[in-house]
């Protein structure tokens, strides 16, 4: 049992703390935020993530998590101490390091005994030096220590599965014993271990986000071209993905990605890449081409309305970026929503999960609570998120409740011909 300090109970710590205490480790996570301290120790969770609830209450019986907000008694004891802290987007897209940067002064401020401070949070290349530079600065006196990067690679929605079963785990030093001593916490979780140099482990971080994304962009492009010619970009995806040097994720066409992730990180290395006088063309045009897909919904419902959204109402099926989470943070339907809205269209939205997180995002569009309730009276809706719950939805009814049946299906979740033969007016993405 190795004893452990998460700093942030955001979406990765709260994620990592739960699953490192899950495999037999004491882990206390520590957050600044002393009410979302408080709620974590009444069981209230601060996130929504599958499977989190009974993950962290079952620790916490155990003894071996527990919740504070005291740097001094979270390290207490503690060999490792990870920093899990926001990194938003500056002005200019570069990352946001306040947090970390408040994270490693209160590290070195408190710390009494050896520690390997590990970056879990996405951060810049070359901040686990500047980590350590922050560190020897404010130690009150000289404690030997040592920085580890170790990103994550974990989705909203499916963190927990990703953490336990992890395609690698990527850990960066230049202290071959920390990296080591890193490299043997994460054995139980059975994956490959790349072991390499500080940046280079930053760099495996912004580099593969950043294809994702790319790939995203990619065949949303192609889905445009499929449908000026008459092609069906699933059948498509489904061929390219067999190919394995190509692989069948993330060739999903849609609205785009969104989240807390990939936008703030293909900023980022972006910006990164021009601060060294680099001109990140890829980077720029996988922005451009998913923030086009958003600007495109109104026109695109616009044309299927006979020419104008004036007076109409629309409705929003899904409201976070994506389904399993109730995350708002870049989502789609927040600028889908208000280019409706600019058009004259009056909106309505509903997600199972997101309505309480979206009502600050969206203040002028009607939050329903059930997603026949949204429909009712409709003039069309509109699939942004691919929720579960509206491949099951009773069509029949659906199209009963309608002022017109007119479905746009930003996720390709529904079959274009079954939907015509019902007789509704429906349009997805790259298909016919």
């Not at 935020?33 to 009974?54: F, H, Q």
């Not at 870049?330 to 309505?355: E, N, T």
Request: charged share 25%; hydrophobic share 45%.
């Amino acid at each position: 049992m190795k004893q452990i300090c998460v700093v942030g109970v955001g979406y990765v710590g709260l994620v990592t703390g739960a699953c490192f205490a899950d495999l037999g480790n004491k882990v206390i996570a520590l957050d600044v935020d002393e009410k979302r301290i408080a709620n974590l120790n009444n069981g209230v969770m601060p996130i929504y993530e599958p499977g989190l609830d009974e993950l962290v209450k079952r620790n916490v019986k155990s003894g071996r998590l527990s919740f504070s907000s005291s740097y001094k008694d979270a390290l207490k004891g503690a060999e490792f101490a990870f920093i899990a802290v926001g990194t938003p987007s500056g002005v200019n897209g570069e990352a946001d390091l306040q947090y970390v940067a408040s994270a490693a002064k209160s590290i070195a401020e408190n710390m009494s005994a050896p520690l390997i401070i590990i970056n879990k949070s996405t951060v810049p290349i070359g901040t686990g030096d500047w980590v350590a530079d922050i560190v020897k600065g404010a130690q009150r006196k000289a404690v030997q220590f040592a920085v580890v990067s170790c990103p994550e690679f974990l989705r909203e929605g499916s963190a927990i599965a990703d953490f336990m079963n992890p395609h690698r785990s990527v850990i960066g030093s230049l202290d071959k014993d920390a990296a080591s001593k890193v490299a043997q916490l994460h054995l139980p979780l059975r994956a490959p271990i790349v072991i390499t140099d500080l940046r280079t482990a930053e760099m495996i971080k912004y580099a593969s986000n950043a294809f994702l994304a790319t790939k995203i962009s990619f065949i949303n492009e192609v889905a445009d071209i499929c449908e000026a010619y008459g092609a069906d970009v699933k059948e498509v995806a489904a061929g390219m993905g067999y190919d394995a040097r190509i692989g069948r994720h993330f060739l999903d066409a849609g609205l785009g990605w969104g989240g807390s992730c990939f936008p703030k990180d293909v900023q980022a290395l972006a910006y990164m890449a021009r601060e060294k006088g680099l001109n990140p063309q890829i980077l720029d045009n996988t922005m451009t081409v998913n923030y086009a897909r958003r600007k495109d919904v109104a026109r695109r419902v616009e044309s299927m309305l006979g020419g104008s959204l004036k007076g109409k109402t629309i409705g929003l099926l899904g409201l976070a970026f994506k389904e399993n989470t109730d995350d708002m943070r870049d989502a789609p339907s927040i600028d889908i929503a208000s280019a409706l809205i600019q058009a004259g269209a009056k909106v309505r939205g509903y997600d199972p999960i997101a309505f309480e997180t979206a009502r600050p995002h969206m203040p002028a569009v009607d939050i329903m609570d059930d997603p026949y309730k949204l429909a009712d009276g409709c003039d069309a809706l509109i699939v942004v998120t691919p929720w579960n719950e509206f491949k099951q939805l009773d069509l029949e009814k659906l199209k009963s409740l309608l002022k017109s049946p007119v479905i746009f299906d930003g996720r390709n979740i529904y079959d274009p011909q079954i939907m015509k033969a019902m007789g509704f007016e429906y349009r997805g993405i790259g298909r016919q």
